[in-house]
């Protein structure tokens, strides 16, 4: 009875108590068990004490156990809810940023008309599609071992070769008319692969976590830029197209740069590595302010009869933009978490 009502008193004075509750509970058990021939009721009280003591146990187990598991669900709550509020926060500042840098003038017409909000509207439909295509088909080749045995091969074979079944089935996609639904959309699958494939490797050996933070800043990212290539003025940054050409040859000719320089060229790579990473994200959030304002531009030429409505072509620029703005975000996370 004194080693029930000491555990509930808590597990602080039951610590201090230990030594003094052990002598006093071990004392009576033997001198119970000695006289269990003559004293039967004595040998049960024994066993009665036992039981107690394990009850009490077991109790005070389940009760910390309880305890720790809701100060956990409590601790990932807020987590959730600082990501959710963090992506907002991004979304926002972005969008209220661009807007106040390149958007001072908006559309004469004063907003959009239907047919260019359908046309948009079916883009980002089969944008998103894509996206689905490929982080489904990347997952699914991490899982069957497909990345292992990429990565095990001579890796310029696969790089080469990756590149050029990307090329020719993007090629392939685009010369297709619109009307030919199943070449041209077995096509458009087979191009999600290639682009899963070349990922697929990189994907792997980051933390989902990771991922999940570079897929919410990407969203962020284009999605404000997006709404500013729709609402400014029409036609407005059609004519960055070739400086962001010009600009991609210089991320990509710096990309290029660890293979070509000696290692002994540490400034010199540093400097490459930043044109990549950012330079990489100011030129392809570029390209998405001009791909959307392409788009609604080809959704004009298509209203007045002077080209077909090609959504599936428009995505292609879309999802490129994705990809290169979202490899981009998840090395520089990881640089961060890496100097942590």
Not at 8 to 16: I, K, N
Not at 252 to 275: C, D, H, K, Q, W
């Amino acid at each position: 009875m004194s080693f029930t009502l000491s555990v509930r008193q808590g597990p602080a004075r039951l610590a201090q108590r230990l030594p003094e509750l052990s002598k006093t509970a071990f004392r009576p058990a033997v001198r119970n068990f000695h006289s269990a021939k003559s004293s039967p009721r004595v040998g049960a009280s024994f066993f009665t004490s036992r039981i107690t003591a394990q009850t009490a146990r077991n109790a005070f187990s389940k009760q910390g156990a309880r305890s720790y598991q809701q100060q956990f669900g409590t601790a990932a709550a807020p987590n959730r809810t600082r990501q959710l509020l963090v992506g907002g926060a991004i979304f926002g500042g972005t969008l209220v940023a661009i807007n106040m840098v390149f958007n001072r003038e908006t559309r004469e017409d004063g907003g959009m008309p239907l047919y260019e909000r359908e046309y948009l509207n079916n883009t980002f439909l089969h944008t998103g599609l894509g996206i689905g295509i490929i982080g489904l088909t990347a997952r699914q080749m991490i899982n069957t071992g497909f990345v292992y045995r990429i990565m095990v091969t001579n890796p310029w074979v696969v790089g080469l070769g990756g590149l050029a079944l990307s090329f020719g089935t993007m090629i392939g996609t685009r010369s297709i008319s619109p009307d030919n639904y199943v070449p041209k959309y077995a096509l458009w699958t087979a191009f999600n692969a290639t682009q899963a494939a070349l990922i697929a490797p990189m994907l792997s050996m980051v933390h989902p976590a990771l991922l999940g933070r570079a897929g919410l800043y990407t969203v962020a990212m284009m999605g404000a830029i997006s709404i500013v290539g729709a609402t400014a003025k029409q036609e407005k940054y059609l004519y960055i197209g070739g400086p962001l050409l010009a600009g991609a040859a210089l991320v990509m000719a710096s990309g290029f740069a660890p293979m070509l320089l000696p290692a002994t060229a540490v400034r010199t790579l540093a400097f490459t590595e930043n044109i990549w990473l950012y330079g990489g994200l100011a030129v392809f959030g570029g390209f998405t302010l001009y791909d959307v304002q392409k788009i609604l531009h080809h959704a004009r030429l298509a209203e007045r009869g002077m080209m077909r409505k090609d959504a599936v072509n428009e995505s292609i620029s879309l999802e490129l933009d994705f990809l290169n703005i979202f490899i981009r975000m998840v090395q520089i996370l990881a640089m961060q978490n890496n100097r942590k």
